[in-house]
T-cell receptor
Framework: GNSVTQMEGPVTLSEEAFLTINCTYT??????LFWYVQYPGEGLQLLLK?????DKGSNKGFEATYRKETTSFHLEKGSVQVSDSAVYFC???????????FGTGTSLTVIP | NAGVTQTPKFQVLKTGQSMTLQCAQD?????MYWYRQDPGMGLRLIYY???????DKGEVPNGYNVSRLNKREFSLRLESAAPSQTSVYFC?????????????FGEGSRLTVL
């Protein structure tokens, strides 16, 4: 079956620190992979996505590379800001069907 | 462009009461979803509707019913609320025809069952 495992939090970083949030997945075939971000009191919004192996998704300084050999899609940012404080969710959609599978979320707090 | 709109945003119920969460999208999406979000458990799919006229169970459908009223609207009903249904509920939609179409989420409905 399909599933997503992501690094547990919470994560606390100082401003301008390097961020990595690990995400690994189990899926049959070739899923599409996503990172969503949820700011306090809001719904989830797409941060970035990748649809095939070796694709790199990027947005707002965040990056993640679709690694089929390690079944991973780790989220990285070189220099975090206070405004990046949020909960980050890794997700996949299988190449058949309409269902999305989410990780449990990783809470990030960036302190000045 | 409103996107995905959910009502109500907050609701308190007593055990055994019923209620309906409403969801509407104005993006002409064909697939719609209901998730619940609980601490430490991420998002779990309750029901989804791949297209108008169809609905399917997700991971945690027990205690819920859904209606795909038309292409725009997808409601979630709790017939007899239980404290275990205290959660934040999210509606989402996507364009199924897009092979990598992502989900677009509403702002959530926080439900407390006493």
């Amino acid at each position: 079956g399909n599933s997503v495992t992501q690094m547990e939090g919470p994560v606390t970083l100082s401003e301008e620190a390097f961020l990595t949030i690990n995400c690994t997945y189990t899926a049959t075939g070739y899923p599409s992979l996503f990172w969503y971000v949820q700011y306090p009191g809001e719904g989830l919004q797409l941060l970035l996505k990748a649809t095939k192996a070796d694709d790199k998704g990027s947005n707002k300084g965040f990056e993640a590379t679709y690694r089929k050999e390690t079944t991973s899609f780790h989220l990285e940012k070189g220099s975090v800001q206070v405004s990046d404080s949020a909960v980050y969710f890794c997700a996949l959609r299988g190449n058949t069907g309409n269902q999305f599978y989410f990780g449990t979320g990783t809470s990030l707090t960036v302190i000045p | 462009n409103a996107g995905v709109t959910q009502t109500p945003k907050f609701q308190v119920l007593k055990t055994g009461q019923s209620m309906t969460l409403q969801c509407a999208q104005d993006m002409n999406h064909n697939s719609m979803y209901w998730y619940r979000q609980d601490p430490g458990m991420g998002l779990r799919l309750i029901y989804y509707s791949a297209s108008e006229g169809t609905t399917d169970k997700g991971e945690v459908p027990n205690g819920y019913n859904v209606s795909r009223l038309n292409k725009r609207e997808f409601s979630l009903r709790l017939e007899s609320a239980a404290p275990s249904q205290t959660s934040v509920y999210f509606c989402a939609s996507r364009l199924q025809a897009a092979s990598t179409g992502e989900l677009f989420f509403g702002e959530g409905s926080r439900l407390t069952v006493l």
